[in-house]
Structure formats: C-alpha cells, structure tokens
C-alpha cells in the first residue's frame, strides 16, 4: 500500500494534528471518557473528537473511592474494547497511578503497551513539572502525551482531598508552570482539572497546545467529561456537570418493568417465541 492510499484510508480519522489546527482556528474540542465498545461507537459515530480511557473507570465503574487501585492492565483491556469500537476518535489511554511514576523507562514501556496491546493512539498522565522527562522520553518514544495538571486525582493524599487547585496566588503560579513545563516536554494537549475559570482562561491563553478542561471553565480549547456523571449513571452529579441524559432513571425503569413482566408472565409474549419448523 502507498503512502497516499494509507492516508486516504484514515483521512476522517482525527489526529494530534487535528487537534492543533483546532487551537488555531479556534474551534473546540469535545473529549467524552469511555470504558466499553457500546459506548464508544455511540460516541464515535456522534463527533466527539476524543474518547479518553480514563482510570476515572476505578470509581465508575469498578466502585473504589479513588482511582488509585487501577492496574496497567485493566487500562489496557478497556482500552481495547474502546479502541474497537473507534473508526473517528482519537483513543487515549489513562496511564494508571504507578505506571508511570516509578522511572521514565517504566513509563514508556507501559506507553507502548497502550499502543500495542489497546490500541490507543495517545496516552495522558497527570503532573506538570516533576513529569516533565517522562513525558519527554515517552513523546521520543513516538508516542503522543497528553498532560493533566491542576486537580489531579492521582494525587489524592498530597492534596488532602479532591480539592480545587490554584485558589492562592502561589498555586496558581504553579499550576500554569506545570502546564508550560508539560507543553515544553512536547505533550500535544493538556487537560486542566478542577482550577479557577480565570486561571484555566490565562493558561489556555499562553499555550500553543489545546487545553481541555474539566471543572475548569468555559475558555479552554476543549471539554471533557466523565460518562457516566453526563448521562446521569451515578448516584450524585458534581457541580461542575451538566447532566445531558437521565440513564440511571431510565435503566432502573426498564429493569423494573421487565420484572414487573416476568412476574405476571407477560414476557416472553407470542413475538419473542421460536417457532418449530
Ligand atoms: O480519568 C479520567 O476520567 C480523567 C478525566 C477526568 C480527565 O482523567
């Protein structure tokens, strides 16, 4: 196959350079997370740009309290059953808490395996200046990174909490060198978590790579959000989600329903029979 052909076979898929040419004209950028093939089709066929496969799915959908208990390769698999569900998207996979944190040589072998295990076409760690070589080293590796720098779940203890980051003047200073120092290390965007709009709104302002935020405002490049807190799958919805759908609702009505049916013997009715021959 010839260089063209290869590019004409993915021209509709988006790329990291997408995603640049975004930033400079302006246009924004839609990231969903997903854990399963079901829901990233959905996505996929829906025009969200990227679908992050993020170790958010150690609360939602494996039930812990933080992220941290995610493995590399439970991120792995579910990054499989989303990057098979993919034609459009641009898939990253979530480096789990101690998959990248122990040396940068750790960090890029666990990178590669979301490529060449899952499939992914990126990955996303959080930290700004104290990973600034790991993502260095993963990027020379030929992978795309994407930083993640403000509230950053992973790093639940040091901040005593899922609190907001950069409230102080001093916070602030380092939260926006964290993200220069991810865009100097050659990450291709940077999701701002869980920070003032005016700070995320200065940040996105002196970076030449998109931000995408969450809690985070509406001037970044981008916006992410957790599926299951937008389509109503958890028990509460932080305050800084709009809710688009009430699937949790909905779900526990059907569910009823059908055992409401089972019980009265309405289902199965005559149409979901076999017949004999
Ligand atoms: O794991 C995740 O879902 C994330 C998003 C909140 C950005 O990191």
Not at 139 to 154: C, D, K, N, S, Y
Not at 182 to 204: C, N
Not at 248 to 261: C, L, M, N, S, V
Request: some cysteine.
């Amino acid at each position: 196959m010839s260089t063209t052909s290869v590019a004409s076979t993915r021209e509709h898929r988006i790329t990291v350079r997408t995603l640049a040419a975004r930033k400079r004209r302006g246009e924004r950028i839609a990231m969903l997370t997903a854990y399963d093939f079901a829901f990233a089709r959905i996505f996929d066929q829906s025009g969200i740009d990227v679908l992050l496969v993020g170790d958010s799915l150690g609360n939602v959908v494996q039930g812990h309290d933080t992220t941290l208990p995610v493995t590399m390769d439970e991120s792995v698999y579910h990054t499989r059953l989303v990057t098979r569900g993919c034609r459009r998207a641009l898939v990253v996979g979530d480096m789990p808490f101690g998959s990248y944190q122990v040396s940068p040589e750790d960090a890029v072998r666990n990178a590669i395996r979301f490529v060449k295990e899952g499939g992914a076409q990126a990955v996303k760690l959080e930290g700004g200046v104290a990973m600034a070589e790991t993502i260095a080293r993963i990027t020379r590796a030929e992978i795309p990174v994407m930083g993640h720098v403000g509230l950053t779940p992973q790093a639940v203890h040091r901040m005593g909490g899922f609190r907001v980051q950069g409230r102080s003047a001093d916070e602030a200073s380092q939260v926006l060198a964290d993200a220069e120092a991810v865009q100097q290390a050659g990450a291709f965007a940077v999701v701002l978590e869980g920070m003032p709009a005016e700070l995320a709104a200065e940040i996105t302002r002196k970076l030449e790579i998109p931000t995408i935020g969450i809690g985070a405002g509406p001037e970044c490049d981008g916006q992410v959000l957790v599926l299951h807190d937008m389509l109503g799958l958890n028990d509460w919805t932080p305050a800084f989600v709009k809710q688009y759908a009430d699937l949790g609702a909905a779900t526990a009505r059907a569910a009823r329903a059908f055992a409401e049916d089972v019980a009265a013997q309405k289902f199965p009715a005559e149409e979901h029979c076999y017949k004999a021959r």
